[in-house]
């Protein structure tokens, strides 16, 4: 079965740091385009960060540049996002998506709180 799951998700205090990681199963992340998505309450999910195919070249939404880091380890088959320099703002549900050509897969998300 072909699936991903997050995990790392949690309650973090402003200015600290929190790693997401998306466990693929039923098939190599090397061969799929890996991204983060993140959705808070009522408004529409949201690209975070992206990693393409064997790791070659990254893309951040801009309010994530230089706080954010997609990373991926094939050995482990898992993906990363580095959270540092919380904010408030980045409260949401991260989603973790592998993609390539017409197919698609999605996790289940892991909630991210951003609180004092």
């Known amino acids: 079965q072909l699936q991903v799951a997050e995990s790392g998700g949690g309650l973090v205090q402003p200015g600290g740091s929190l790693r997401l990681s998306c466990a693929a199963s039923?098939?190599?992340?090397?061969?799929?385009?890996m991204s983060w998505y993140r959705q808070a309450p009522g408004k529409e999910r949201e690209l975070v960060a992206t990693?393409?195919?064997?790791?070659?070249?990254?893309n951040y939404v801009d309010s994530v540049k230089g706080r954010f880091t997609i990373s991926r380890d094939s050995a482990k088959n898992t993906v990363y996002l580095q959270m540092n320099s919380v904010k408030p703002e980045d409260t949401s549900v991260y989603y973790c998506?592998?993609?390539?050509?017409?197919?698609?897969?999605w996790g289940q998300g892991t909630p991210v709180t951003v609180s004092s």
């Open positions: 039923g098939f190599s992340i090397s061969d799929y385009v």
């Open positions: 990693v393409t195919r064997f790791g070659v070249y990254t």
């Open positions: 998506n592998a993609m390539w050509g017409t197919s698609t897969f």
